[in-house]
């Protein structure tokens, strides 16, 4: 029997496999699609993304030092002297990372779990026993669903990828009642023009925003709200358990800032032999909600406001902060708790 059994080798899954291999703990991870790194992600990071994983120059399509937030005729200004975030290649970190990690990732799509005195995994035709299941299986999670638990909120997130080359170093926001419970986007990825959207919204919106006619789709899910992460011999990491920002969908850096607080957590149970829910809870997910949780439930509040303004208080609010010196916002931790 393994240890731990991650289900999923997307960013969340792949860096805590790496991290539970530097502490020798056992694990098997499994993921059932056939090409990794294809899921809709802009790979847009801070420089926070190096405290993590070491980018190879391969992986990087441009960088911008910041953002135009437009709102009707006012533009917010935030960008940073001296300072950039990273437009990453999804597939190219997510393929990368496996390889420079060596994680034994094994194709297999899971299929029912049990769990009683250990983990019992299906697949079509195996099954799998472990200590310690993690449910690192995204938006739609199957571990998350065994366990009946509902994500508060979900929305689209969709990207068109243009053959324009774009060397812009400011990524476009447009906040406004077009599309009232999220933004469409632009952003430069030096051989390629990515227009995106997140919120209510179809392709057919994107195109008559942007004019577009041919273009590369991309699409998925984004999960938002708090909920909880940590069951009997059982946690959830990443967009399964909806460590994403509800500002604007990212959930790399939270999903690998929790993942480390899992790989403790999953040192401590061992060491321990506890494998109970309130010793999980304790350990994981009271830890990660009193720091990127805190900044989540802000993100959470935020929206609700945003949400439920008018169009001319969102405007009023746009309009005071043209004068707001936004240079030092963080674009992870913008109300300055996290880790
Ligand atoms: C349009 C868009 C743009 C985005 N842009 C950014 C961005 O710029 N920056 C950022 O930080 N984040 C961004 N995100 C969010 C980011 O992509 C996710 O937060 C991130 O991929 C979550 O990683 P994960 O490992 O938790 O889940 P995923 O990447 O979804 O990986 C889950 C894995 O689990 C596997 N799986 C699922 N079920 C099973 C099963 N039953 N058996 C076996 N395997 C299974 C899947 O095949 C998948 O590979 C964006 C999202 C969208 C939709």
């Known amino acids: 029997m393994t240890d731990v059994a991650i289900v999923g080798a997307g960013p969340a899954g792949l860096y805590l496999a790496h991290l539970l291999d530097q502490q020798g703990i056992s694990y098997r991870i499994f993921d059932k699609a056939q090409h990794l790194g294809t899921k809709a992600c802009s790979g847009l990071y801070s420089p926070r993304i190096e405290e993590f994983v070491k980018l190879d120059p391969s992986w990087i399509d441009h960088r911008v030092s910041g953002a135009l937030i437009r709102n009707n005729g006012t ?31 094994e194709q297999k799509q899971i299929e029912t779990l049990l769990i009683e005195n250990n983990v019992c995994l299906k697949t079509r035709d195996e099954t799998i026993s472990a200590k310690l299941l993690v449910g690192a299986d995204g938006s739609n999670s199957l571990v998350r669903r065994h366990f009946k638990v509902a994500v508060p909120e979900t929305i689209n ?27 469409y986007w632009k952003i430069p990825r030096g051989k390629q023009t990515e227009y995106g959207a997140m919120g209510t919204v179809q392709f057919s919106d994107l195109e008559k925003r942007f004019n577009l006619s041919t273009y590369e789709k991309e699409a998925a899910i984004i999960p938002l709200g708090l909920i909880p992460t940590a069951f009997n011999r059982t946690l959830l990491l990443g967009d399964a358990a909806c460590q994403v920002k509800p500002w604007s969908g990212g ?15 999953i040192a401590n149970a061992l060491a321990e032999n506890r494998f109970d829910e309130a010793f999980l809870k304790e350990q994981y997910d009271d830890v990660w909600k009193a720091g990127v949780g805190k900044t989540i439930n802000i993100g959470l509040l935020f929206r609700g406001l945003y949400r439920d303004a008018s169009p001319e208080e969102i405007t009023a609010l746009f309009k005071a902060l043209t ?5 030092a916002l963080d674009m992870d931790f913008p109300d300055g708790f996290g880790f």
């Not at 935030?78 to 496996?98: D, F, P, T």
């Open 75 to 105: 533009v917010i200004r935030a960008e940073k002297k001296n300072w950039h975030a990273y437009v990453v290649s999804r597939k190219k970190m997510q393929q990368g990372l496996i390889r420079q990690w060596k994680i034994p990732i």
């Open 251 to 265: 959930g790399v850096i939270f999903s690998f800032t929790c993942a480390k607080i899992a790989a403790t957590t």
């Open 157 to 183: 997130g969709i990207i068109a990828l243009v053959p324009e080359t774009n060397t812009g170093d400011k990524v476009e926001l447009w906040v406004d009642e077009t599309l009232k419970d999220g933004f």
């Open 323 to 327: 004068t707001t010196d936004l240079s």
